[in-house]
């Protein structure tokens, strides 16, 4: 399979993208640090089995960019494993305003955009999409109210997308 992995420079989405390296999948690197996107790809035996695809998933062009060398690269793409995040450590009360556009621009905006851009491809290979969601979004507790805010929007959008 062909995997589009977002947030890959590092955590989850590095672990991810690893794992199906390793399990004989292609995967597409995508990721805001490109310095990190190609150690990764060499770490990974090279542009054969991992593509450095630089991008933010909260700007459209570079969802839409992204999808299109994933497609140039490997012909198709067969699953979006959506991991990019950010976090705004101060409590709701105390968060300046820029660092909320920040945190709901890549955790909402950008799931929903890179969502849109791949689900053309998706649906004529029958692709699937895997968002990853933390608890909050299934029992929100107090705090952190922004966490609990942005993965209940990442549950509502998968769960619509189910239908």
């Not at 969802?63 to 490997?74: D, K």
């Not at 290979?125 to 107090?142: E, F, K, S, V």
Request: glycine letters at 10%.
């Amino acid at each position: 399979m062909n995997i589009l992995v977002t947030g890959s420079s590092s955590g989850i989405g590095e672990t991810l993208a690893r794992s199906l390296v390793k399990a004989g999948h292609r995967v597409v690197l995508m990721a805001r640090r490109a310095d990190m996107l190609n150690a990764l790809v060499e770490d990974l035996g090279g542009e054969s089995r991992a593509l450095a695809a630089p991008g933010d998933v909260g700007v459209w062009e570079d969802c839409v960019r992204v999808v299109e060398a994933g497609l140039e690269a490997f012909g198709c793409l067969d699953a979006l494993v959506n991991a990019a995040g950010t976090w705004v450590a101060e409590p709701f009360v105390d968060a300046a305003p820029k660092d909320l556009q920040r945190f709901v621009q890549t955790d909402v905006t950008g799931a929903l955009q890179i969502s849109r851009a791949i689900l053309p491809e998706l649906r004529k290979t029958g692709g699937r999409m895997i968002h990853i969601n933390g608890l909050q979004g299934h029992i929100p507790q107090r705090p952190p109210v922004l966490y609990a805010t942005v993965e209940s929007a990442i549950l509502g959008l998968c769960r619509s997308l189910r239908w």
